[in-house]
């Protein structure tokens, strides 16, 4: 069966951290390029960050560049998005998804293969 699992949300105050993980099992975790997405309450899900094969083969979404990162462990089959210097406005689900064929648009969703449920990260004081 396959799955995608993330963890790492919660409540952070404006300017913490938070670093999610996205745990995958079912499939062979390195043959697939990893995104993260979010969705905002009453907004559509956007693309937050991208991360390849390759590690050197990264995309981050404007209003996170410079904040976020993302990396992967093939070896443990796991992504991460370590999130600095949050903001109220990153509040959302945050998703990482799968795709085996990596569209030319990285955050094109319907190319993605595998879909995790999300988790919650809210940004206040």
């Known amino acids: 069966e396959v799955q995608l699992v993330e963890s790492g949300g919660g409540l952070v105050q404006p300017g913490g951290s938070l670093r999610l993980s996205c745990a995958a099992s079912?499939?062979?975790?390195?043959?697939?390029?990893i995104a993260w997405f979010r969705q905002a309450p009453g907004k559509e899900r956007d693309g937050v960050s991208y991360?390849?094969?390759?590690?050197?083969?990264?995309y981050y979404e404007h209003s996170v560049k410079g904040r976020f990162t993302i990396s992967r462990d093939n070896a443990k089959s796991t992504s991460y998005l370590q999130m600095n210097s949050l903001r109220p406005d990153d509040t959302a689900v945050y998703y990482c998804?799968?795709?085996?064929?990596?569209?030319?648009?990285?955050?094109?969703?319907?190319?993605?293969?595998?879909w995790g449920q999300g988790t919650q990260v809210t940004v206040s004081s």
């Open positions: 079912g499939f062979i975790f390195g043959d697939y390029a």
């Open positions: 998804a799968a795709v085996f064929d990596p569209p030319i648009i990285r955050f094109e969703q319907e190319y993605y293969d595998y």
């Open positions: 991360i390849g094969h390759d590690d050197d083969d990264t």
